[in-house]
């Protein structure tokens, strides 16, 4: 009996405690909402600076390790809390000093010396001497992921001369390699050693890949103060910078992975959060738009969205059949999708260093496809052949652009079928010819501003199976192309080279539509910060636009 | 009265007369609460929308490839009763038309985990106390640990992320209920006097659970596919919510209604819409669910 | 006493095998997986002995049962599950940040299912047939035929975004030094900051609810039906020819019996929340449990997903050991099966 009587009054209590709860609640928000907003963006009440800026992210990555990311997330963070040789010019791209002062290269161009600032201090305050860079490029070789495949097959070695001098030893010429440091980040050997463990890589354990789990190590002009896998990273100032940090700039950054579009246009619209990275489908860009706050800009990215087709799979493998779809894909339409965006006949950003305007890509026409199709092998029985189009969930408007190709194909005659993959297996998908799609569509971009960049990712053998190439094309002849352009250190002779690659795909592999260059459109709240990007000085590769240090809060 | 039954086994034909007596009686039971009508008629609807979507949808072809984003975003009109989505598509005939994998997901899910299911729980429920009964139940333990959605999504990113095998990995969390609940019915059914006197007269067990046990779990699994319905709706449009079972273009109301989350709250038909089918949809199988569970336990007593 | 200890250890002992056979099945399985876990997490641009190296840490390129055994002798040993490829740490790292996030959100709402669902289902049948029956009746029905993403929409953008009585989403920050239990509530008690545990029930309430809400309206209908089968019950007659009070009568010999059934479902309900909560916690930016279990599998993380199944296991065991205990507690004629 007493049991009961006990179990009741738990019961009751628990509901009373609910209630009364929930009560409190509603009565307090008010009060609380204000107290919140008093404290923590005095910004709109009192017109103070605030110093915490709160942006987004498509997603947080798993690690902020530099020998391991490569993707556009990774270097979002990796810009603001690590620091390279060089560092690219704004407007053009090519190389300026950053870490090192100057640099010279004899015995065509396989040894490079390079001569470092004495000034830098990592985040912990430890001066950067030769000996991080030296550590830095034997980690991410070691490691063997992220950006290491651009170093591994051309650094044979790194010398230490004394603390500011460094040479680099190639095994082979390497045309682009003073671009590519912008992808060599330079870690704090003496922090990394002391916390190091255990680990595959011998006397280096585990190159305290376990510590950079949830720190950094660098000499930019953050740290990660606080990092949530998968969730949020908060980056503080460095108080050692060894440069200059505008008095404006955000003290901390709060970097949160967000992508579902109802949430951002809300937290936005709240003012919970002062900049959303970009990859918004229109409409929300639209709708947010209508508060007079906010403004957007458009940043291009290094590279360009691609229709990859499989040139080893039926219908695809026919020539005929690749310029057809190539003429069916009406690329004018799609790029009104995305609200207008810069269309490329070459399959390399206009934008680049390399790039050639001596190519025309096949123009929209669907009587050119029609014919196409008669003059291939697939001409009378191209309903046995059922065309699938798959495009990444989640990837923005990228679903309409396939819906709009998948239309536009139908129209001429093909079957299609549409699948939209989750990003796991479509990276699985692009693993075997079999599984890999007729059609794919997805983002390449390169690592460094050049065109040999985006054609070694984007065409050569070396990414068939990833994807960045569903298109397998796996040709002796243009691999053999591509090495020898890059291996060519004169820039003139380079130039030639890259516009004969770019030539040969256009007209005898046609692998690939080049849809339009990538852009990602951020939005914020002009009434938090400006930035560069906003102003009108666009950086030409994407994660230099969101470098904090930039940033001016209001 | 053991006489009396072993006469009634027999002469099953001549209870014909008794049967529709009994149907009509629960029938009247049946219709005499207007929800249970209600039910039915939602029930019938969805049915035949589901056979005829094809022809009734006013725009068929919005089911697939078409883009007509110069109509994107109309309103709800007389022209598009519940207006169009982002491509200019018609909401309407895509809800009608995303009935179909819905209700296709939702019978093949029964029909898998019904057949395993009970005869799984016919199989235990006949060894009951023997190592096959432990064997069993510890199987259906096992599966009925793992979440159903959870247990879904491995299948589909295991295998292949289709309809087929979102229905494969609804089926393979679904059958254990089935088995636990034949179990159950058959475990005490067979303390039943009538059991007993059968199993006495030396009638063959293996036919005592076709003949006598079969017959009388049928309402009961009935009643429960019939309710099992809507959850399996409800679970499939969790997991097309998030991307798992049919593909687009072809519409299912579980993706149509995160599509449109994401133009919330400008354009609120694209989630409001196919969030109301559901509910009316689901609605509709409980309802008819609770009717039959009312006349049928009823006539249990 | 002695024999549900018994009755306890016996279950112990079949969760146990249940796990072992479950583990060893979510392995052999993972080997079935077309495509390459270990190439997809290292990226497109990875080196081939990164990659090798890799999957010879984790033991994925030797035989099943080696890597099977290697596994349990962790377990066993140094109860360690292994490194998640996702996150490149140690999976009961991972377990141990993400999971009391959601057991917390779960257990919250497993409060509401029981006090609003007994509630609900309480005055319904009190004022069966009247139009309170028939409002909550609605309602409960409305509640058990929704979606709970719907209601996870609708209530952010009503409660959250229009009114603001609720953050959109998120949960408040912690400084790592005040992470204790890892569940926000009790954390912010300890820390004795009152204020900071009132945020931390605002955040958990709607998630709690849009995730709870199917269940209550449910548990509701099932308490109600309980109760109304249980008033035309015989002892219910004499205890009211005998003069009990109503009041009494309702709360003494009403609800005691009710809650068998109320209870059984209850259970089922509660182990079921965790693994329906993903597109919750997606929706309220809760990062848990159970967006961590869909990102293991999306990743196709093999120690992440023994991991998950694992714990999905474990707690579905032991809630329905309690819902047993609870039965037997609730009416001393059923004895805990196999206790014999």
Redesign the interface.
């Known amino acids: 009996m007493k049991?009961?009587w006990i179990f009741?009054t738990v019961?009751l209590m628990?509901?009373m405690g609910?209630v009364g709860?929930?009560g409190?609640?509603?009565q307090?928000?008010g009060e609380?909402?204000q107290a919140a907003v008093a404290t923590e963006a005095p910004v709109s009440a009192e017109k103070t600076v605030r110093d915490t800026l709160r942006t987004t992210q498509t997603a947080i990555p798993?690690?902020c390790d530099p020998a391991k990311g490569?993707?556009e997330n990774d270097d979002l963070i990796f810009v603001n809390i690590y620091e390279t040789l060089v560092y690219p010019n704004a407007t053009t791209g090519d190389a300026e000093p950053l870490l090192a002062t100057s640099w010279t290269s004899d015995n065509d161009g396989l040894k490079w010396t390079f001569t470092l600032r004495d000034d830098v201090k990592f985040s912990d305050g430890t001066p950067m001497t030769a000996n991080d860079v030296k550590y830095s490029v034997d980690r991410l070789i070691a490691?063997?992921?992220?950006?290491?495949?651009i170093f591994?097959d051309v650094i044979a070695s790194v010398d230490v001369v004394d603390d500011t001098t460094v040479v680099f030893n190639l095994k082979k010429s390497f045309g682009p390699f003073i671009s590519s440091l912008i992808k060599l980040r330079i870690v704090n050997s003496t922090l990394l050693k002391a916390n190091q463990l255990d680990g595959?890589y011998g006397e280096n354990g585990d190159y305290g890949?376990t510590y950079l789990?949830n720190h950094s190590a660098g000499s930019g002009p953050y740290y990660i103060s606080?990092f949530?896998?998968?969730?949020?990273v908060y980056l503080t100032e460095n108080s050692n910078y060894w440069g200059a940090i505008n008095d404006k700039a955000p003290k901390s950054v709060e970097i949160?992975g967000?992508l579902?579009a109802?949430?951002s246009k809300?937290?936005l619209?709240?003012g919970?959060v002062d900049l959303l990275h970009g990859r918004q489908v229109s409409t929300t860009l639209k709708s947010l738009l209508t508060n007079p706050e906010f403004a957007t800009t458009s940043i291009a990215e290094t590279g360009m969205n691609y229709f990859m087709m499989n040139t080893k799979k039926a219908p695809t493998d026919d020539l005929h059949i690749r310029k057809a779809i190539s003429y069916a894909c009406d690329r004018n339409a799609m790029s009104a999708i995305y609200g207008g965006m810069e269309l490329s006949d070459s399959p390399i950003p206009s934008s680049f260093w390399g790039a050639t305007d001596d190519v025309t890509t096949y123009p929209y026409s669907e009587e050119d496809a029609k014919k196409e199709i008669a003059l291939s092998s697939y001409a009378n029985n191209l309903a046995d052949y059922p065309v699938e189009i798959a495009y990444i969930q989640g990837n923005g408007d990228t679903g309409k652009l396939a819906m709009l190709l998948g239309s536009e194909l139908e129209a001429v005659g093909f079957t299609v079928k549409i699948s939209e993959v989750?990003?796991?297996?479509f990276?699985?998908?692009a693993?075997t010819v079999e599984?890999s799609p007729s059609i794919t569509n997805a983002n390449s971009n390169a690592s460094y501003p050049e065109a040999g960049s985006l054609l070694e990712?984007k065409f050569s053998s070396?990414?068939a199976?990833?994807?960045?190439q569903n298109e397998w094309i796996l040709d002796d002849k243009l691999d053999a192309m591509i090495a020898d352009s890059l291996a060519t250190v004169d820039n003139d002779a380079r130039l030639a080279k890259y516009a004969e690659i770019q030539k040969y795909l256009t007209t005898d592999v046609v692998p690939t539509i080049n849809t339009f260059v990538g852009a990602v459109k951020p939005i914020w709240n002009t009434s938090v910060f400006s930035w560069p990007a906003g102003e009108g000085s666009v950086h030409v590769l994407e994660e230099y636009n969101y470098y904090y240090a930039d940033f001016m809060m209001k | 009265m053991l006489a009396a039954y072993l006469q009634k086994l027999d002469s099953d034909k001549t209870n014909k007369n008794s049967r529709i007596e009994q149907f009509k009686r629960n029938w009247y039971k049946f219709s005499r609460n207007p929800m249970n009508i209600i039910g039915l008629i939602i029930v019938a609807v969805v049915i035949f929308v589901t056979i005829f979507a094809k022809t009734l949808a006013p725009h068929p072809e919005d089911a697939g490839l078409h883009v007509d984003i110069m109509n994107a975003f109309s309103k709800p009109t007389l022209k598009n009763w519940a207006g169009t989505d982002e491509y200019g598509r018609d909401l309407f005939s895509r809800i009608i038309i995303g009935l179909r994998p819905s209700m296709g997901i939702a019978i093949m899910v029964l029909a898998i985990s019904v057949t395993i299911g009970v005869l799984l729980g016919l199989v235990a429920g006949y060894y009951k106390g023997t190592l096959i009964d432990l064997l069993i139940s510890?199987i259906t333990?096992?599966f009925?640990?793992?979440?159903?959605?959870?247990l879904a999504?491995?299948v589909c990113?295991?295998f292949s992320n289709n309809y087929f095998f979102a229905a494969i990995g609804i089926a393979v969390a679904w059958w254990p209920w089935y088995t636990r609940i034949t179990y159950n019915l058959v475990t005490s059914l067979s303390n039943e006097l009538f059991i007993v006197y059968t199993e006495l007269a030396g009638v063959k067990m293996m036919k005592i659970i076709i003949r006598e046990m079969l017959p009388n779990i049928t309402s009961s699994i009935l009643t429960k596919m019939t309710l099992d319905t809507?959850s399996i709706i409800?679970v499939a449009?969790?997991m097309s919510?998030?991307g798992l079972g049919v593909q687009p273009p072809t519409p299912s109301l579980?993706s149509m209604?995160?599509e449109g989350?994401a133009y919330?709250?400008e354009f609120w038909w694209l989630?409001v819409m196919p969030?109301l089918a559901?509910?009316v949809i689901?609605?509709g199988f409980?309802?008819l669910g609770d009717g039959l569970t009312d006349v049928l336990s009823v006539e249990d007593k | 006493m002695k024999e549900g200890l018994i009755y306890v250890f016996k279950r112990f002992i079949?969760i146990l095998?249940?796990l072992l056979?479950?583990s060893f099945i979510v392995f052999s399985?993972i080997r079935?997986?077309?495509?390459?876990p270990v190439?997809?997490t290292?990226?497109?641009?990875?080196?081939e002995?990164?990659v090798n190296?890799m999957t010879h840490?984790l033991y994925l390129d030797r035989p099943l049962v080696v890597q099977y055994g290697h596994w349990l002798k962790n377990v066993v040993t140094q109860g360690d599950f292994g490194k998640s490829l996702?996150?490149?740490?140690p999976v009961s790292l991972?377990i141990k940040?993400y999971l009391p996030r959601s057991l917390e959100l779960c257990f919250l709402s497993a409060?509401?299912i029981?006090?609003?669902g007994?509630?609900f289902g309480t005055i319904s049948a009190v004022f069966r047939n009247t139009w309170i029956d028939n409002v909550i009746r609605f309602l409960t029905?409305?509640g058990?035929?929704?979606?709970?993403?719907?209601f996870g929409?609708l209530f952010?953008?009503i409660f959250?975004?229009l009114l603001?009585?609720?953050?959109?989403?998120g949960l408040p920050?912690f400084?790592?030094e005040n992470v204790r239990t890892g569940m926000l509530s009790i954390d912010a008690l300890l820390m004795g900051n009152f204020s900071l545990f009132?945020?931390v029930?605002?955040s958990y309430?709607l998630p709690c609810l849009s995730l709870a809400i199917g269940s209550i309206a449910y548990q509701a209908r099932i308490h109600r039906s309980a109760m109304v089968e249980n008033v035309n019950a015989d002892f219910i007659a004499f205890a009211e020819v005998a003069g009990v009070s109503k009041s009494k009568l309702i709360?003494?010999h009403l609800?005691?019996p009710s809650f068998i059934p109320t209870l059984t479902v209850y259970g089922l309900q509660v182990a079921?929340l965790?693994?329906?909560a993903?597109?919750i916690e997606?929706?309220f930016?809760i990062?848990g449990f159970s967006q961590y279990?869909?990102?293991v599998?999306?990743?196709?993380d093999p120690y992440g997903?023994v991991a998950?199944?694992f714990i999905?296991?474990v707690i579905?065991?032991v809630v329905n050991l309690c819902i047993d205990i609870g039965v037997v507690?609730l009416d001393p004629r059923i004895r805990l099966k196999g206790a014999e």
């Open positions: 049991k009961k009741l019961c628990a509901l609910l709860c929930s409190n609640k509603t307090e928000t609380k909402t798993d690690t490569s993707g490691i063997g992921e992220g950006f290491s495949y591994k595959n890949t789990l606080t949530n896998v998968n969730d949020s949160t967000l579902d109802a949430t809300m937290l619209n709240s919970e989750p990003w796991v297996l990276c699985d998908n693993a599984t990712v070396m990414t199976g990833t994807f960045n | 510890r333990e096992l009925m640990s793992i979440p159903p959605l959870i999504m491995v990113t295991m809507g409800l449009s969790s919510y998030v579980g209604v995160s989350i919330l709250p989630t969030a559901v509910v689901v609605m409980n309802l | 079949h095998i249940i056979v479950l399985f079935l997986i077309p495509g390459d190439k997809s290292l990226g497109p641009l990875a080196s002995e990164s190296r840490e996702l996150t490149s740490r991972d940040e409060l509401m029981l006090v609003f007994v509630l029905y409305l058990v035929v929704t979606p709970p993403y719907a929409v952010l953008l959250s975004y603001k009585w609720f953050p959109i989403g920050r400084s790592p009132i945020k029930l605002q309430f709360f003494k609800m005691k079921s965790l693994g329906n993903f597109i997606s929706m930016r990062n279990s869909l990102n599998i999306l990743n196709k997903i998950v199944t999905f296991g579905f065991a507690a």
